[in-house]
T-cell receptor, first 112, second 112 residues
Framework: EAGVVQSPRYKIIEKKQPVAFWCNPI?????LYWYLQNLGQGPELLIR????????DSQLPKDRFSAERLKGVDSTLKIQPAELGDSAVYLC??????????FGEGSRLTVL | GNSVTQMEGPVTLSEEAFLTINCTYT??????LFWYVQYPGEGLQLLLK?????DKGSNKGFEATYRKETTSFHLEKGSVQVSDSAVYFC???????????FGKGTMLLVSP
């Protein structure tokens, strides 16, 4: 069975440019998470979806970050415009309801 | 709020040595506790969990006991292998697996 798939694995952009990350969760998983992992830190939740609904987006910086999960399957996380401090790994995870989380390999963003 | 504190790394050991990685937590309720592992180039994986006081989680020779009186969940392994080299994250959640709060992670390096 395929795991959580994220793309791109690596992205280098200049500041003020936009960037988008894509996540395909495990088939049948209704809950999807985006986490931010800064270097040397643990992951921090950005947003959690239950099906199409964002049920916890309190930590998402809404001035420049946006996310969507159309049709309750794939999800996209966008940053516009990117800042130097956004350099980090963006992790996607999925679960069946509030069961075990399965993480993707992450998308590493470098902002120059 | 909830928080997790783990010992700083890197922890460097020789093969077959005994491993302890300390983890303490602060939570308002009665959280579930987890250890996640991140091998080089891979996504986070659940290593073990415990959902109530005095529970012992175990997997792949690793163990951790939920100690409510000391608010701790230390990870131990009797004999580490080179293949155990990874970053280990302690985490908690007050509602099932959702809304995980992670520690900063501890890198383990095992040499032959």
């Amino acid at each position: 069975e395929a795991g959580v798939v994220q793309s791109p694995r690596y992205k280098i952009i200049e500041k003020k440019q936009p960037v988008a990350f894509w996540c395909n969760p495990i088939s049948g998983h209704n809950t999807l998470y985006w986490y931010l992992q800064n270097l040397g830190q643990g992951p921090e939740l950005l947003i959690r979806y239950e099906n199409e609904e964002a049920v916890d987006d309190s930590q998402l910086p809404k001035d420049r970050f946006s996310a969507e999960r159309l049709k309750g399957v794939d999800s996209t996380l966008k940053i516009q415009p990117a800042e130097l401090g956004d350099s980090a790994v963006y992790l996607c995870a999925s679960s069946l309801d509030t069961g075990e989380l399965f993480f993707g390999e992450g998308s590493r963003l470098t902002v120059l | 709020g909830n928080s997790v504190t783990q010992m700083e790394g890197p922890v460097t050991l020789s093969e077959e040595a005994f491993l302890t990685i300390n983890c303490t937590y602060t939570a308002t309720g009665y959280p579930s506790l987890f250890w996640y592992v991140q091998y080089p180039g891979e996504g986070l994986q659940l290593l073990l969990k415990a959902t109530k006081a005095d529970d012992k989680g175990s997997n792949k020779g690793f163990e951790a006991t939920y100690r409510k009186e000391t608010t701790s969940f230390h990870l131990e392994k009797g004999s580490v292998q080179v293949s155990d080299s990874a970053v280990y994250f302690c985490a908690l959640s007050e509602r099932g697996y959702s809304t995980l709060t992670f520690g900063k992670g501890t890198m383990l390096l095992v040499s032959p």
